[in-house]
């Protein structure tokens, strides 16, 4: 269970998952997940390759956490700037990965993912070093908050169908509490009609802006915006 649970956690994928309905491509990650927990370097690398030559039919998930292995196996032979790369591109094939199973490998390794995933989240204004927050490791004293915004639209097809979901974004918010045009990045959709209204929420929200002490401070944060249908009383 232990490595099912730790490639669930790498790939962004259902822990409900079964075996059976993965592809050879998502069979061969985890074969190289299990070979890299042995640190057989070699091997996990061997089986990886097929994923990302596009030799085996790969989905955009299965690209993306055969990269993030990929970044690891580089992490083990000292080549950070490697493990940044592939990590980064990890990122570019999936916004959903999850990474916190990498600090418990390594603290570097943790980190270089912290800052890769700051820079996908928050593009350029990652680099600004007036920028006081990655969204994962907290360094100011407040944290925004929304005080209002518009109510999201539920889109009327996909209430009719019975659909709900959650749309999970990232943006800057300024010292005003107010988001920075341009800074949006969804992170996780269900449904590309639950994006547009749930981006157009987060461009219209007003927010009490992040601080350090008594300082107003541009922050990069995570937003959830939840679609349910609601039973009639």
Not at 6 to 19: H, I, N, W
Not at 48 to 73: E, F, K, N, Y
Not at 124 to 148: C, F, Y
Not at 163 to 170: E, I, M
Request: proline share 6%; charged share 25%; glycine share 8%.
């Amino acid at each position: 269970m232990r490595r099912i649970l730790l490639l669930t956690l790498a790939a962004g994928l259902a822990a409900s998952r079964p075996a059976a309905s993965q592809g050879r491509a998502a069979r061969s990650v985890d074969a190289a997940f299990t070979q890299l927990l042995a640190r057989n370097l070699d091997s996990a690398a061997s089986l990886l390759q097929p994923v990302l030559d596009s030799t085996l039919h790969a989905t955009p998930r299965d690209h993306a956490a055969a990269l993030m292995l990929l970044g690891v196996i580089d992490f083990y032979h000292a080549d950070d700037s490697a493990t940044a790369r592939d990590l980064r591109a990890s990122l570019a094939y999936s916004m959903e990965l999850r990474g916190e199973w990498l600090a418990r490998l390594d603290s570097t390794l943790g980190t270089i993912w912290r800052h890769e995933r700051g820079r996908a989240m928050c593009g350029q204004a990652a680099r600004d070093p007036g920028l006081a927050d990655l969204g994962d490791h907290p360094v100011v004293t407040e944290k925004p908050r929304i005080l209002r915004g518009p109510t999201p639209h539920y889109p009327e097809t996909l209430r009719r169908g019975g659909f709900s979901g959650r749309v999970l974004l990232a943006a800057v918010v300024d010292t005003a509490g107010q988001v920075e045009p341009g800074s949006i990045k969804i992170l996780a959709t269900p449904h590309d009609d639950f994006t547009r209204e749930a981006r157009r929420y987060l461009e219209r929200a007003a927010f009490a802006p992040g601080r350090i002490g008594d300082r107003a401070v541009r922050v990069c944060v995570n937003v959830p915006v939840d679609f349910k249908i609601r039973a009639a009383p």
